[in-house]
């Protein structure tokens, strides 16, 4: 793949916003609804892994897509409860850089098209 651009912004969770809290408060309800126990929870490792990941360690392969679905639904919900906030200096930082284009932007004049899907941790290329 080749990417012509003046410049590209990845944004890891810590880097312009921090749902730690919003992290914090999801998979403790979701471990209690799933009778997860501190201790067993304490016992995956949770850094950088995806979700099914850490749910497939902690419960049977036949609950998995199900559990992996009601964490991102507490996840999804719990934004507007404040789950995310701006890191320090995020706010400044994006007044002064130059708009981007997202997936559902038109392409810039004599741009390249934009690219049919947007990269996510479920693509199979990395």
Do not use: K
């Not at 609804?33 to 950088?48: D, K, S």
């Not at 007044?95 to 038109?106: D, E, F, L, Q, V």
């Amino acid at each position: 793949m080749t990417i012509h651009a003046h410049a590209l912004l990845f944004d890891n969770d810590g880097t312009l916003v921090s749902s730690l809290d919003s992290v914090e408060r999801c998979w403790t309800r979701w471990a209690r609804e799933y009778g997860i126990t501190a201790e067993e929870f304490g016992r995956v490792e949770l850094h950088g892994r995806p979700a099914a990941e850490i749910v497939a360690d902690l419960l049977p392969a036949h609950l998995v897509p199900e559990a992996v679905a009601r964490v991102e639904q507490l996840e999804v919900e719990d934004v507007p409860d404040g789950g995310v906030h701006l890191l320090p200096g995020t706010r400044d930082f994006s007044t002064r850089s130059p708009p981007t284009a997202g997936p559902s932007s038109p392409p810039p004049p004599g741009g390249s098209p934009r690219p049919a899907s947007t990269p996510s941790a479920s693509c199979p290329r990395r």
